[in-house]
């Protein structure tokens, strides 16, 4: 098991960026991919973005492309989301996820660990 912590969120005005992190212990922090997932009051927890475990390989949601940007520093056991020009829409609670397998995927069961999220809210 790897145990995850995310922090970075908070309020901010249509427009405005923020960076979460997302620390990992507990296991070989390279041996997973990693994903960033949201989920607004009464809706589903969607995907967001998704990293391999060399780096070479992301993938994110079509709303966020070339807004919001994936990275991970094995050294330091972190994963972190940068989000640009954020909008209203954006405002969820966002959870970092675990996944012990060499290809991302873009389904909450396809995670095996889980953060307990950070909150984020976009005002307009």
């Known amino acids: 098991q790897v145990q995850l912590v995310e922090s970075g969120g908070g309020l901010v005005q249509a427009g405005g960026s923020l960076r979460l992190s997302c620390a990992a212990s507990?296991?070989?922090?390279?041996?997973?991919?990693m994903g960033w997932f949201r989920q607004a009051p009464g809706k589903d927890r969607e995907f967001v973005a998704a990293i391999s475990r060399s780096v070479s390989n992301t993938y994110y949601r079509d709303s966020v492309k070339g807004r919001f940007t994936i990275s991970r520093d094995n050294a330091k056991n972190t994963v972190y989301l940068q989000m640009n020009s954020l909008k209203p829409e954006d405002t969820a609670t966002y959870y970092c996820?675990?996944?012990?397998?060499?290809?991302?995927?873009?389904?909450?069961?396809?995670?095996?660990?889980w953060g307990l999220g950070t909150q984020v809210t976009v005002s307009s």
């Open positions: 996820a675990a996944r012990r397998r060499t290809v991302p995927v873009t389904f909450t069961g396809g995670y095996d660990n």
């Open positions: 507990g296991r070989t922090f390279s041996d997973y991919t």
